[in-house]
């Protein structure tokens, strides 16, 4: 489905129509062919990178387009609509870059960035434990001094692209020398630094980027591996997890359009009873309303990334949120349907929707479930009392 872009800037909308046009130039057909050889999308990725794309929200001091989240999840949601959504996009550029760019040292930005803006660089978040869950207080991977280094020991596990990063950005825990309490603080992690390991996740999702359980035996690191101040605590963190929701809205509501065009255009050509299917309302109908669904969601996407560019980081939070829960749900809805609507056809090879199902479904899951978010908007903007 086409986006109208009368509510963006012409700049947004020249980059919307430019994104659209690669996207349709490699597709589905190039994505899954991406997925069935067992390789990486890096044909499109480096395009990606070469045309400025992947680095839209990077400063341009730093190789970037210095422009902003709203601006990069324009990006992911075409590449998405055209079937070729590049998943990394919500790990390096939008997590990974946003926090070195606020927060990093002047060396850490020249030495990241430039790649990252450029996709010469790759990088990966690692935050998820095995025990923690969701709760990100809860992380044991745990980051000591010793003399000027500093000594990272835990396990993550569910992190993208560490196969093809160049780096990892790991979420760890530092004791405060006040309180003695444990603070969260992240620390660039080369893949080939002594002590860091990886092993795949074996997993039913079709997409190119795979999973990893990392390990982090006594991994040492120099001083200047931590991003930001050792005692930022939370706000370094959500700094990039605010991005990740709002990037993760921009993936699913970009599969969503993705399953809804095709639906939509075999409700319109194909016949059975001397008329097209779409035009019966019991067809017709729940198509308009998953398409409602996703501009209602892209609403929100868009507010998130105002205010996250904005540098209204509490409300941004909040509508980040909400933008991802809205367009897990709207995805998953749109690509139901769309797989309803043509019938058996919908499970097969020749128009790709299937493989849409386990696809989408992530964006209900990941990065945070949207039971988390229900309980986030309840005691945060409802101020309804916690049960945990």
């Known amino acids: ?45 480096a395009e990606a990178g070469r045309l400025g794309y992947l680095g839209v929200n990077l400063p341009e001091q730093y190789g970037g387009g210095g422009a902003g989240i709203t601006e990069l999840s324009i990006v992911l949601e075409e590449l998405g609509a055209a079937g070729c959504p590049l998943l990394l996009m919500v790990v390096s550029p939008a997590i990974c870059g946003t926090v070195i760019a606020r927060f990093g040292t ?26 923690a869950g969701s709760n990100a207080h809860r992380i044991t991977t745990t ?103 709002i990037m993760t809205a921009a993936f699913a509501i970009g599969m969503g359009r993705c399953a809804l065009g095709r639906a939509v255009e075999y409700a319109r050509t194909r016949q059975v009873w001397r008329v097209p299917i779409g035009a019966h309302q019991a067809v017709a109908h729940p198509l308009a309303q998953a398409h409602i669904e996703l501009e209602l969601a892209r609403l929100m996407m868009r507010k998130a990334a105002q205010l996250y560019d904005a540098g209204d980081d509490m409300a ?25 609507t043509l019938g058996g056809n919908g499970l097969t090879t020749e128009y790709g929707l299937a493989s849409l199902i386990t696809g989408v479904r992530v964006a209900r899951i990941a990065p945070v479930s949207r039971e988390m978010i229900l309980n986030f908007v309840s005691h945060t903007t409802l101020g309804l009392p916690k049960s945990y």
């Open 316 to 340: 941004a939070g909040e509508a980040a949120n909400m933008a991802k829960y809205a367009a897990g749900e709207a995805a998953v809805k749109a690509v139901d349907q769309a797989v309803h």
């Open 1 to 45: 489905m086409t986006v109208t872009s009368t509510w963006e800037t012409p700049e947004q909308a020249a980059l919307r129509a430019a994104v659209a046009a690669l996207g349709g130039r490699y597709g589905q057909e190039y994505f899954n062919g991406v997925v069935r050889d067992g390789e990486q999308p890096d044909r499109l990725w």
């Open 143 to 245: 980051a000591r001094r010793d003399g000027g280094d500093w000594v990272l020991t835990g396990r993550k596990v569910f992190i993208s692209g560490v196969d093809v990063a160049d780096a990892t950005l790991i979420v760890g825990r530092t004791e405060d020398a006040c309180s003695g309490r444990l603070r969260p603080c992240l620390f660039i992690v080369p893949r080939d630094a002594p002590g860091f390991s990886f092993r795949p996740i074996p997993m039913e999702v079709w997409a190119p980027e795979k999973q990893f359980e990392l390990v982090l035996d006594e991994v040492r690191l120099p001083a200047d591996a931590l991003v930001g101040e050792e005692d930022a605590g939370l706000l370094q963190l959500f700094a990039g997890l605010n991005p990740e929701r």
């Open 106 to 131: 002047e060396q850490q930005r020249r030495r990241w960035l430039p790649g990252l803006a450029d996709g010469s660089v790759r990088m990966a978040f690692g935050i998820t434990e095995p025990d």
